[in-house]
């Protein structure tokens, strides 16, 4: 399927609707992260819908859209959820995206035959069978559509391994055995460069350039020595001069999109933000004006013929168990291996923080209620106590009601009566939300009052009580949106 030429885009979260208004000439396309902007409705069918007024405002701004899917990764062994797929459809009929793509990633795992979410986007095994676990994923999820589709070479923290393809002879392979278009996001693979993985430029080189149509930028930071693909503000020159040698090579190049998480846009200022899409709407112009004749992919150095290969299922089980520090069956060779390496750390920490993230986001009171009375520490003990009893959903809704519940179980929470009835308040808003129906909730002290001082991070005081009755509708509870990948 043809894609036409797009240009120059952004991705798009709520909040970054200024910064769209301040560069109508420089942004050309717009993409989304769907999920991003979807809830489930606890209503007997566990439906999931999208945020009209996000739709709504995508749709004002009569520019091509593309979709870039997060939560639902294809490199994985493991069957896809294809619950979502009608909401998918219904948002894809509303958007007319140009272009679907998705992470060459796996994020579930199997624990006591149930399917186990990681909130986090792994990499696949690279040997011959992780290829081919890969196109059967990709083959099976793009079957489910009419337009281009797309996987996104990904972020890899782990050293490599004497067993595996090398990086992007492994992706070029994938492409042409499942026939698909490369997404090179330049910032990630300059992050595995970073930390001790293949240089951009080779695995540039062993691409078959023709199949990339899309490219990603972003900018990152060093964490415990590890440079992170953090998506926190503007490209630096290193990845901008990569970016121009790699698009001057590319003959078939659609579109170049910048990604920055939401949390970062109110730290970076407008003028920054114009300056990164100047430089690539200059760039852009240049594309393709190196590739005189067809580009011949490079081989891999290295035959990943060894002594000891692991199995997809091994590799996914054992990593994933790691990454989300939980026991292993067995000490292999490959665990031992894993364990060793100093990846699977920073892994674990971006993988507390998240979902740290998670339960911040659908109970923002109680959590701050906590930070405040327990400092910080022992909030975030508090924390890995309760993910090692319960198990991520893919909602942040989901989680905030299981710790919620967890809480009230909690006799050190039970003797603190403000705290129980903040939880109570807050479970009731996320109740009247996805159920889609009004409740009511008795408390002692007027919420309001509550929210300004946790709002002025203080504890509040309340020397006297009154009953007061809450009614919580659900257009006055705040969307809650699907967190299902979390980029560093």
């Given at each position: 399927?043809?894609?036409?030429?797009?240009?120059?885009?952004?991705?798009?979260?709520?909040?970054?609707?200024?910064?769209?208004?301040?560069?109508?000439?420089l942004?050309?396309?717009?993409?989304?992260?769907?999920?991003?902007?979807?809830?489930?409705?606890?209503?007997?069918?566990?439906?999931?819908?999208?945020?009209?007024?996000a739709?709504?405002?995508?749709?004002?701004?009569?520019?091509?859209?593309?979709?870039?899917?997060?939560?639902y990764?294809?490199?994985?062994?493991?069957?896809?959820?294809?619950?979502?797929?009608?909401?998918?459809?219904?948002?894809?009929?509303?958007?007319?995206?140009?272009?679907?793509?998705?992470h060459?990633?796996?994020?579930?795992l199997?624990?006591?035959?149930?399917?186990?979410?990681?909130?986090?986007l792994?990499?696949?095994?690279?040997?011959?069978?992780?290829i081919?676990?890969?196109?059967?994923?990709?083959?099976?999820?793009?079957?489910?559509?009419?337009i281009p589709f797309?996987?996104?070479?990904?972020?890899?923290?782990?050293?490599?391994?004497?067993?595996?393809?090398?990086?992007?002879?492994?992706?070029?392979?994938?492409?042409?055995?499942?026939?698909?278009?490369?997404?090179?996001?330049?910032?990630?693979?300059?992050?595995?460069?970073?930390?001790?993985?293949?240089?951009?430029?080779?695995?540039?080189?062993?691409?078959?350039?023709?199949?990339?149509?899309?490219?990603?930028?972003?900018?990152?930071?060093?964490f415990?020595?590890?440079?992170?693909?953090?998506?926190?503000?503007?490209?630096?020159?290193?990845?901008?001069?990569?970016?121009?040698?790699?698009?001057?090579r590319?003959?078939?190049?659609?579109?170049?999109?910048?990604?920055?998480?939401?949390?970062?846009?109110?730290?970076?200022?407008?003028?920054?933000?114009?300056?990164?899409?100047?430089?690539?709407?200059?760039?852009?112009?240049?594309?393709?004006?190196?590739?005189?004749?067809?580009?011949q992919?490079?081989?891999?150095?290295?035959s990943?013929?060894?002594?000891?290969?692991?199995?997809?299922?091994?590799?996914?089980?054992?990593?994933?168990l790691?990454?989300?520090?939980?026991?292993?069956?067995?000490?292999?060779?490959?665990?031992?291996?894993?364990?060793?390496?100093?990846?699977?750390?920073?892994i674990?920490?971006?993988?507390?923080?998240?979902?740290?993230?998670?339960?911040?986001?659908?109970?923002?009171?109680?959590?701050?209620?906590?930070?405040?009375?327990?400092?910080?520490?022992?909030?975030?003990?508090?924390?890995?106590?309760?993910?090692?009893e319960a198990?991520?959903?893919?909602?942040?809704?989901?989680?905030?009601?299981?710790?919620?519940?967890?809480?009230?179980?909690?006799?050190?929470?039970?003797?603190?009566?403000?705290?129980?009835?903040?939880?109570?308040?807050?479970?009731?808003?996320?109740?009247?939300?996805?159920?889609?129906?009004t409740?009511?909730?008795?408390?002692?002290?007027?919420?309001?009052?509550?929210?300004?001082?946790?709002?002025?991070?203080?504890?509040?005081?309340?020397?006297?009580?009154?009953?007061?009755?809450?009614?919580?509708?659900?257009?006055?509870?705040?969307?809650?949106?699907?967190?299902?990948?979390?980029?560093?």
């Amino acid at each position: 399927m043809k894609i036409p030429e797009l240009g120059v885009g952004i991705i798009y979260f709520s909040g970054f609707e200024e910064t769209i208004a301040a560069n109508p000439e420089l942004i050309q396309v717009i993409e989304i992260e769907p999920q991003t902007f979807w809830y489930r409705l606890h209503n007997g069918l566990a439906a999931y819908a999208y945020d009209e007024a996000a739709v709504n405002y995508l749709s004002s701004l009569n520019k091509p859209i593309t979709f870039h899917g997060v939560g639902y990764p294809v490199a994985g062994s493991l069957p896809a959820d294809t619950m979502h797929l009608q909401c998918l459809y219904k948002m894809m009929e509303r958007l007319q995206p140009v272009t679907l793509s998705e992470h060459l990633s796996f994020n579930n795992l199997s624990i006591n035959n149930e399917l186990y979410n990681t909130n986090f986007l792994l990499s696949p095994l690279q040997t011959d069978e992780g290829i081919n676990t890969a196109v059967a994923g990709i083959t099976n999820y793009k079957k489910n559509f009419d337009i281009p589709f797309l996987f996104e070479t990904g972020v890899n923290y782990l050293a490599p391994l004497p067993f595996e393809i090398e990086d992007g002879a492994f992706v070029n392979k994938i492409a042409e055995k499942a026939d698909c278009n490369i997404l090179l996001d330049i910032h990630n693979v300059l992050v595995n460069e970073k930390n001790g993985r293949q240089k951009v430029t080779d695995y540039f080189n062993q691409l078959s350039h023709e199949r990339i149509t899309q490219i990603h930028l972003a900018g990152g930071f060093y964490f415990n020595g590890y440079y992170l693909d953090a998506h926190s503000g503007p490209s630096n020159d290193e990845v901008i001069e990569l970016f121009e040698m790699i698009v001057r090579r590319l003959p078939n190049l659609k579109a170049i999109t910048f990604e920055m998480l939401p949390e970062y846009i109110t730290m970076v200022p407008q003028k920054d933000i114009t300056l990164q899409l100047e430089k690539m709407n200059r760039i852009w112009d240049k594309r393709g004006t190196n590739c005189k004749r067809r580009h011949q992919p490079v081989n891999s150095n290295n035959s990943a013929a060894t002594s000891y290969t692991p199995s997809v299922s091994e590799w996914e089980n054992t990593l994933g168990l790691l990454a989300i520090k939980r026991p292993l069956k067995s000490k292999t060779v490959l665990a031992e291996t894993l364990i060793k390496d100093k990846g699977i750390t920073i892994i674990q920490d971006l993988i507390e923080k998240f979902k740290g993230s998670l339960l911040v986001s659908s109970l923002k009171l109680t959590c701050r209620y906590l930070m405040l009375t327990l400092g910080m520490e022992n909030f975030n003990t508090l924390l890995r106590t309760f993910w090692q009893e319960a198990s991520p959903k893919l909602f942040a809704s989901d989680n905030g009601t299981d710790f919620a519940n967890y809480l009230l179980q909690q006799k050190s929470i039970l003797t603190d009566r403000i705290l129980v009835e903040l939880i109570q308040y807050e479970l009731a808003s996320l109740k009247s939300f996805t159920e889609n129906t009004t409740v009511t909730v008795e408390m002692s002290y007027n919420p309001l009052n509550m929210i300004e001082a946790l709002k002025q991070r203080k504890i509040p005081a309340f020397r006297s009580t009154k009953d007061y009755l809450i009614e919580i509708t659900p257009d006055e509870t705040i969307v809650d949106q699907i967190k299902t990948v979390f980029h560093s």
